[in-house]
């Protein structure tokens, strides 16, 4: 049995539409029939709510009363506010996580970014989870559970604005640059460089996505 197999059916369903959601192929503002859903995933739709609940939870859909669930819209607004926040928390955290890491958390870390440059190359849906398992990566070993919980929810709410940045190619060699950059300085334990990074890459996306919104 694989690990996707072992998880719950919710789960499953979340993961279906989270993909969707984050690659466009469901676009902001469109309605979501738990009907159409159920029967084209051969499930009920008790496992579908519970789905889209979930998705509600980490900002990807939206409820209106009497009319259901739409993907949420895309904004500046929002891009800010979790961008903002991202510079606030998690440079400290890389920082943290930078000191206490071993050779095995190296190793990890190293692994997320090949998986995460292998998505960009492709421009494959997971890259906004593969971004999201890197940059995690380099806040684990710090063992600080409510920080974690905090970035994680943010980055789950980025995914869609990190897929939105990378729809130019030409940032593609830039953003791999910054990750390598700072994996480096993460491995070399050199927590000003590490966070000094963190932040820069974090404030040029930001940069990146109001220039993006701006133009559209």
């Known amino acids: 049995m694989t690990l996707l197999e072992k998880k719950a059916l919710p789960e499953r369903i979340a993961d279906v539409m989270r993909s969707r959601i984050i690659a466009g192929s469901l676009a902001p503002d469109s309605s979501i029939r738990q009907d159409l859903l159920a029967a084209e995933l051969g499930v009920s739709k008790i496992p579908v709510r519970e789905a889209l609940a979930r998705l509600e939870q980490d900002g990807l ?4 009363t ?12 929002d891009a800010y506010d979790v961008f903002a926040l991202r510079l606030k928390i998690e440079p400290d955290a890389v920082a943290y996580g930078c000191e206490r890491a071993g050779t095995a ?3 990890f870390a190293r692994r997320a970014l090949d998986a995460l440059n292998a998505a960009i190359s492709g421009h494959t849906g997971d890259i906004g989870a593969c971004n999201r398992a890197f940059h995690l990566s380099l806040i684990r070993p710090g063992q600080r559970r409510v920080t974690l919980q905090i970035v994680e929810r943010l980055h789950l709410l980025a995914e869609r604005y990190i897929f939105k940045h990378l729809e130019s190619s030409s940032r593609n060699a830039r953003a791999e640059a910054e990750h390598e950059g700072l994996l480096e300085s993460w491995i070399a334990r050199d927590t000003k460089a590490a966070a000094a990074k963190t932040a820069a890459h974090i404030e040029v996306t930001l940069a990146d996505l109001t220039e993006q919104f701006n133009a559209g």
């Open 61 to 64: 859909i939206i409820s209106q």
């Open 66 to 77: 009497n009319r259901g669930f739409f993907v949420a819209p895309l904004s500046a607004e």
């Open 105 to 107: 958390d190296h190793l």
